[in-house]
């Protein structure tokens, strides 16, 4: 089974109002903007929607050209989202099927997960700095869509680059490429979500 018209249309739909990076190192932060306001209207939550990028850069502590962590997130942002009824979830011991029971749970934001630098190499509009420390660092997605052969994902990058005329950076991408990109990194399989605080981690 591949991706469909019927799905691109909707992933079309589902990120028309999602928040583009504004720095190239931007990506966690944004991406967590992006599923929190995502939740907060399928919900109907608005409180969810109220923390800036900036103030998700802080909790991230996010530098100039040495990006973010979200090492401390869930002590950060859990407590702000905790009284709403929410809890921030992280996890390395999830599959690509998870994801997928992630988007049709309906007490589950969108995932997103961290993906190899080597990700930036398949995009030819992308020229990703090396950063302080000489090394480009993991790039964060939203997870869409799962099937047996591809994978749609939202790419907070891809208007950090594109203009006018030029190609747009793809958002569908084969399953196993996808999955070589996720477990990838020096912390593979790496996923966030954001849940309803009666829900068990998929992960236990």
């Known amino acids: 089974m591949t991706i469909t018209d019927s799905d691109r249309s909707s992933f079309q739909a589902q990120i028309k109002?999602?928040?583009p990076q504004i720095n190239e190192?931007?990506?966690?932060?944004t991406s967590i903007k992006n599923i929190l306001d995502r939740l907060s209207e399928d919900h109907h939550v608005p409180e969810l929607s109220n923390f800036s990028v900036s103030t998700l850069n802080?909790?991230?502590?996010?530098?100039?050209?040495?990006?973010?962590?979200?090492?401390?997130l869930p002590r950060r942002l859990g407590p702000e989202i905790e009284p709403l009824g929410y809890e921030v979830k992280m996890d390395?011991?999830?599959?690509?099927?998870?994801?997928?029971?992630?988007i049709d749970n309906e007490d589950t934001?969108?995932?997103?997960?961290?993906l190899d630098p080597r990700f930036y190499d398949s995009v030819d509009l992308y020229d990703v700095d090396a950063?302080?420390?000489?090394?480009?660092?993991p790039h964060t997605v939203v997870v869409l869509k799962v099937n047996h052969e591809d994978v749609l994902f939202y790419d907070p990058l891809k208007d950090y680059y594109w203009s006018e005329g030029d190609p747009v950076p793809?958002?569908?991408r084969p399953r196993r490429l996808f999955v070589e990109?996720?477990?990838?990194?020096?912390?593979p399989f790496w996923t966030l979500w954001i849940e309803r605080s009666e829900q068990q981690t998929l992960g236990n």
Not at 25 to 29: E, I, P, Q, V, Y
Request: with cysteine.
């Open 17 to 19: 109002e999602f928040h």
């Open 25 to 29: 190192d931007m990506c966690l932060s």
């Open 58 to 72: 802080e909790m991230c502590e996010y530098q100039r050209h040495r990006g973010s962590t979200a090492r401390h």
């Open 92 to 102: 390395t011991q999830l599959n690509i099927e998870n994801l997928q029971e992630l």
């Open 109 to 114: 934001s969108l995932p997103i997960v961290g």
């Open 131 to 137: 950063g302080k420390f000489g090394e480009r660092m």
């Open 170 to 172: 793809p958002s569908e």
């Open 181 to 187: 990109w996720w477990g990838g990194r020096s912390e």
